[in-house]
T-cell receptor, first 111, second 112 residues
Framework: GQQLNQSPQSMFIQEGEDVSMNCTSS?????WLWYKQDPGEGPVLLIA?????ELTSNGRLTAQFGITRKDSFLNISASIPSDVGIYFC???????????FGTGTSLTVIP | ETGVTQTPRHLVMGMTNKKSLKCEQH?????MYWYKQSAKKPLELMFV???????ENNSVPSRFSPECPNSSHLFLHLHTLQPEDSALYLC???????????FGPGTRLLVL
């Protein structure tokens, strides 16, 4: 199946710092999604991107759909302890096709 | 509140047991999914139902048997599982097949 690579695999940051993570694929996607998963819970949708170059914000989170359509980026500004969790990207090649998920970036915020 | 609920949240079963996982969505969606989440691995799609019809079975062993009686409910019947089947089983739903999916909290399964 399709492989999505997320980077970095884990991050340890101080509260208040900004965070950047990315997701790359070997083929072109038309939709990128970013989810956050808290321990013991299911993934919660953060941001959906549908157009190359699109930049979308949700509070302190900003995600971008890469212009090559093979990558996407998620930034978190001024991190807080509740940002702790695993962040997953998901990509879809065409409407009606399966979504593929990355292996996740684990974020730890040190107060 | 995601609008997708799963029960039980935790389940321990022996290899000879039969159990069922239940998923219910309150979002008015028409597609529902089962995923398996194991440590350090991407989410694995198991089954897809669209308007109660199974549209995808991702080579899942027959010891996992899905059932979708209506668009709001999805079950995963388990029998003679193996220890390597221990994982978090996530249910998701979307408006139509393969649109943006919304996940339930998952059932943490341990097979002894």
């Amino acid at each position: 199946g399709q492989q999505l690579n997320q980077s970095p695999q884990s991050m340890f940051i101080q509260e208040g710092e900004d965070v950047s993570m990315n997701c790359t694929s070997s083929s072109i996607f038309n939709t990128w999604l970013w989810y956050k998963q808290d321990p013991g819970e299911g993934p919660v949708l953060l941001i959906a991107l549908y157009k190359a170059g699109e930049l979308t914000s949700n509070g302190r989170l900003t995600a971008q759909f890469g212009i090559t359509r093979k990558d996407s980026f998620l930034n978190i500004s001024a991190s807080i302890p509740s940002d702790v969790g695993i962040y997953f990207c998901a990509g879809q090649a065409n409407t009606g096709n399966q979504f593929y998920f990355g292996t996740g970036t684990s974020l730890t915020v040190i107060p | 509140e995601t609008g997708v609920t799963q029960t039980p949240r935790h389940l321990v079963m022996g290899m000879t047991n039969k159990k069922s996982l239940k998923c219910e969505q309150h979002l008015g969606h028409n597609a529902m999914y089962w995923y398996k989440q194991s440590a350090k691995k991407p989410l694995e799609l198991m089954f897809v139902y669209n308007f109660k019809e199974q549209t995808e079975n991702n080579s899942v062993p027959s010891r996992f048997s899905p059932e979708c009686p209506n668009s709001s409910h999805l079950f995963l019947h388990l029998h003679t599982l193996q220890p390597e089947d221990s994982a978090l089983y996530l249910c998701a739903s979307s408006a139509t097949n393969q649109e943006t999916q919304y996940f339930g909290p998952g059932t943490r399964l341990l097979v002894l």
